[in-house]
T-cell receptor
Framework: GQQVMQIPQYQHVQEGEDFTTYCNSS?????IQWYKQRPGGHPVFLIQLVKSGEVKKQKRLTFQFGEAKKNSSLHITATQTTDVGTYFCAGPSYNFNKFYFGSGTKLNVKP | GAVVSQHPSRVICKSGTSVKIECRSLDFQATTMFWYRQFPKQSLMLMATSNEGSKATYEQGVEKDKFLINHASLTLSTLTVTSAHPEDSSFYIC????????????FGPGTRLTVL
């Protein structure tokens, strides 16, 4: 079945350092979405990538969709304590009517 | 963005009882809602897809007779955990959006279920 994997599982950084999480799918994806879940909270939509090789930026966050549309990455420049949380990628099912979430990367930022 | 509410936010019950969780889309109509379960420090596991006016579609390994889903209107889906046991203790989250995966999902705040 379809699998969406993320690495690393955990990342501890000093405030100001950069952070990257990687998402890999066993199958080609039509699109990929990224969500952030703060501790004790619920996932919040960040962005969606659709095109092969697409790159989108949101302030200090840069999202990439691989050329083969099987992987994606989220890069945060100069992390801040407000970036703390778990970042999930989510890919659609083969029939496009539901999502499967990646395993998530938990980011901890030390002030 | 759109707002999705869940009720209750927390529930503690005795083993063997049933618990109903409501998921409401407050400012939009959702023909499809999704129910997830999240164990501590783990990802969201899709349990079922709730379709308005028709039967829910369950993921492999999820017992439909134990997790009853009713999507009676375009703004309300309910999940009932029947005869709950301690292993059912978890964080249950619903999401709503268009049926197509080309649309973002709006998540409810979640329900923390503890079965004693």
């Amino acid at each position: 079945g379809q699998q969406v994997m993320q690495i690393p599982q955990y990342q501890h950084v000093q405030e100001g350092e950069d952070f990257t999480t990687y998402c890999n799918s066993s199958t080609t994806l039509s699109n990929i979405q990224w969500y952030k879940q703060r501790p004790g909270g619920h996932p919040v939509f960040l962005i969606q990538l659709v095109k092969s090789g697409e790159v989108k930026k949101q302030k200090r966050l840069t999202f990439q969709f691989g050329e083969a549309k099987k992987n994606s990455s989220l890069h945060i420049t100069a992390t801040q304590t407000t970036d703390v949380g778990t970042y999930f990628c989510a890919g659609p099912s083969y029939n496009f009517n539901k999502f499967y979430f990646g395993s998530g990367t938990k980011l901890n930022v030390k002030p | 963005g759109a707002v999705v509410s869940q009720h209750p936010s927390r529930v503690i019950c005795k083993s063997g009882t049933s618990v109903k969780i409501e998921c409401r889309s407050l400012d939009f109509q959702a023909t499809t809602m999704f129910w997830y379960r999240q164990f501590p420090k783990q990802s969201l596991m899709l349990m079922a897809t709730s379709n308005e006016g028709s039967k829910a579609t369950y993921e492999q390994g999820v017992e439909k007779d134990k997790f009853l889903i009713n999507h009676a209107s375009l703004t309300l889906s309910t999940l009932t955990v029947t005869s709950a046991h301690p292993e059912d203790s978890s964080f249950y989250i619903c999401s709503a959006g268009a049926a197509s995966s080309y649309n973002e999902q709006f998540f409810g705040p979640g329900t923390r279920l503890t079965v004693l």
